[in-house]
């Protein structure tokens, strides 16, 4: 009997479901419209009519042993409830878990978005074959999530994996978290933006400046295509965001020897314009790395830097993945 | 019937042997010289006789269930074997753990000092009533353990917790490691000494320069004092300290989101000197620390920054803490 849990993933504007089995086969996928703006009973409608109409096809073969839903932003885990969240503010102080709980009527797992991720591209995605991983999504920040022994760690409030404000500069640009040098003022597509702007602006930066102004959408993607077309600016663009997440990576390194550090979320498929840069900073600040390094006389075993698999969908198979764990038996 | 374990901390000069028992008494503490460029086979040889020695008195009453040695430097778990120190390099390739458990007739468990010290401090010292906590020693380097649900997280090569080549400056001094700008190089008596020789080169600082010229030792302890005594040169020293230290805490705890971070080793007695621009940094800069500020609308559940309380023998209870569960029954 083939049972099966409900993966979803909510940010500000999509909302998506899907029905995962024990093998980790995604047996659908539905996207709907968040509109989160209508405020949590709404959501929570369409989402609970959406996860109903997908369990009334797969009841048949299995069992429904429960949902797991990922949010961006500060989880209280213990109350079920979302503390903090930039795209989803009319969530706060509602009670998301007993909510959903209630109209599902059955057992419901909130969590983090990028700790679900991490959790999915452990279980079907690059951290298949390692115990121990993190993984850092890179898209308007970044995000991030820590698995321990196959089980999400969450620290003492849940809010492990902010990697995105680990300081990495003592004189650098503001950040929304307060503080100001943060790795994501580096390493995510908000940094490509801001050092694409510093570029034109500089006078410097010809094929950027074309782009900027050509109608076509000027994004993080359209600088990594302007990068792997040879053009020098935004390839330096993409090399200092490299160092910066190799500086960040090394720090992450020598504290927590992991198995391996997944790099997924939007901007990671920018990886052939940003990763020889940061293998190389990675290589000279982390000396972890270089003492396992066979290449210097190490064992060879060494932590492994990997993009990640299941792209947009990690987070899917992530929130899946808890109910198959905490109630398959 | 009160069963004991034996804990050791061997460094370059000192040999330090403990008894321990189960309730955490320390039953007995003896201090040999190491004398570690005579070579492991007579430096084992001088830990086994004062180990039988005490064995001898502490037998009668209950069982001896084995010894853990604490190395600095990068320990191979899984051979028992020393795979670099500085501070004792003949040990190297040699077959530590099955030497001593050769000559012991007895258990024996190897390990990193760093890590047994976060043990130690987590069992009897300010981790107590914590579940997942680091330490990190401030002395000539920056040392460091992590311990999570009272065991030690040894990553994948057993080099977590390498706090202090975090690196947390791009251009700063060349460390050891062949990286720079590591936190050791801003937050430890070696730091120390470099600033207060930079202070005096620059002719700045009158009483740090007649201390150095004194006669008497010329250490991080000579700074700390001048800087409770009012010199400005040597509170800026500690102040900049203070805010490396900061910086640092602010990215572990942002990525772990710990119970508690413990401040020991040697220079962790200028506490006074350092904390209070220590906890300022980390206030800006780790918003998970400002999120859970009663101060600031948090929960008021936040990580404890804490000075450690066993001093140099949180290694020596650690040590002794793995035989203790591990073969205790």
Request: net charge neutral; charged share 20%.
């Amino acid at each position: 009997m083939p049972d099966f849990s409900i993966g979803v993933d909510l940010g500000g504007t999509n909302l998506r479901i899907a029905a995962v089995n024990r093998e980790g086969q995604l047996l659908e996928k539905v996207t709907l419209e968040a509109n989160a703006a209508r405020g949590p009973d709404l959501v929570i409608d369409d989402m609970c009519n959406a996860i109903h109409r997908v369990n009334a096809q797969y009841r048949r073969d299995g069992k429904f042993l429960g949902a797991g839903i990922g949010i961006p932003g500060i989880i209280d885990l213990d109350a079920g409830m979302v503390r903090k969240s930039a795209n989803l503010p009319t969530f706060s102080g509602y009670p998301v878990r007993a909510e959903i709980e209630r109209r599902l009527g059955a057992r419901v797992y909130l969590d983090n978005d990028a700790n679900f991720a991490a959790l999915g591209e452990k279980w079907m995605g690059a951290g298949r074959s390692v115990a121990n991983m993190a993984i850092l999504t890179l898209g308007t920040g970044i995000g991030g999530g820590i698995v321990l022994n196959e089980k999400i760690f969450h620290g003492m409030n849940g809010m492990a994996g902010e990697f995105g404000h680990v300081p990495i500069d003592w004189d650098g640009p503001p950040c929304g978290c307060g503080s100001h040098g943060c790795a994501e003022q580096y390493a995510s597509a908000t940094a490509v933006m801001r050092l694409a702007r510093e570029a034109i602006a500089g006078g410097r930066a010809p094929a950027l400046a074309k782009a900027a102004v050509s109608g076509a959408e000027f994004n993080a993607a359209a600088v990594f295509k302007l990068s792997m077309a040879g053009d020098e600016q935004a390839q330096e663009i993409y090399r200092k965001f490299g160092r910066a997440l190799g500086f960040l990576l090394a720090g992450l390194l020598n504290s927590l020897n992991l198995d391996m550090f997944v790099i997924g979320g939007g901007v990671s498929s920018a990886w052939d314009a940003f990763a020889p840069a940061m293998f190389e900073e990675l290589r000279t600040r982390s000396l972890v790395y270089a003492a396992t390094d066979p290449a210097r006389g190490g064992t060879g075993k060494m932590t492994i830097i990997a993009k990640a698999e299941l792209g947009g969908d990690a987070g899917l198979y992530g929130a899946a993945r808890v109910p198959l764990v905490m109630l398959g038996g």
